[in-house]
C-alpha cells in the first residue's frame, strides 16, 4: 500500500466552533499533505447520497439537518497510509469511545457532532473524492 489518498471533511460544528485550523494542525503535524480543500455548503441530496447506508435510521433527520447547518470544509489528504492513518488521528465515531489526543477525544460534544468525518476504506475514498471534487480529481 503505502502512499494513499483519503476524504477528510470537517463538518459544521469544527467550522462553527472556530476549530479548522487546529485540526489542519494536527493532520499536517502527522504527516499527512492536505492536496485540496473547499468550503462548502451541502444540501440534502448529496447528504442522501453521502450518508445512504445510514439513511434509515430514526436519527437521520436529525444528521441531515445537522449537516446542513452551516458550511463544511472537503479535503482530499494526501500520505503513508493516509486512511488508516486519518482514522487513527480522528478517534472514534462515537464520541464517548474516542481516546483523549485525537480529534474526536478532545473536541467532539456527541457521536453526531464529532468534528470530523473520513474514508473508511480506499473504495469508500475513491467514491466521496469523486462526489465531493468531481471526476478528475
Not at 36 to 63: G, N
Not at 102 to 131: L, M, P
Request: net charge negative; proline share 4%.
Amino acid at each position: 500500500m503505502g502512499m494513499e489518498r483519503t476524504y477528510i471533511m470537517l463538518k459544521p460544528d469544527c467550522v462553527n466552533r472556530g476549530l479548522m485550523g487546529e485540526v489542519i494542525r494536527r493532520i499536517e503535524q502527522k504527516g499527512f499533505r492536505i492536496t485540496a480543500m473547499k468550503m462548502m455548503m451541502l444540501d440534502e441530496p448529496i447528504l442522501r447520497e453521502h450518508y445512504a447506508h445510514i439513511a434509515d435510521q430514526p436519527w437521520f433527520p436529525e444528521t441531515l439537518e445537522y449537516m446542513t447547518s452551516g458550511p463544511v470544509v472537503a479535503m482530499i489528504v494526501e500520505g503513508k497510509y493516509a486512511i488508516s492513518g486519518m482514522r487513527k488521528l480522528m478517534g472514534k465515531t462515537k464520541y464517548q469511545d474516542a481516546e483523549p489526543g485525537t480529534i474526536r477525544g478532545d473536541f467532539a460534544e456527541s457521536t453526531t457532532r464529532n468534528i470530523i468525518h473520513g474514508s473508511d476504506s480506499e473504495e469508500n475514498a475513491k467514491i466521496e473524492i469523486r462526489r465531493f471534487f468531481g471526476e478528475d480529481a
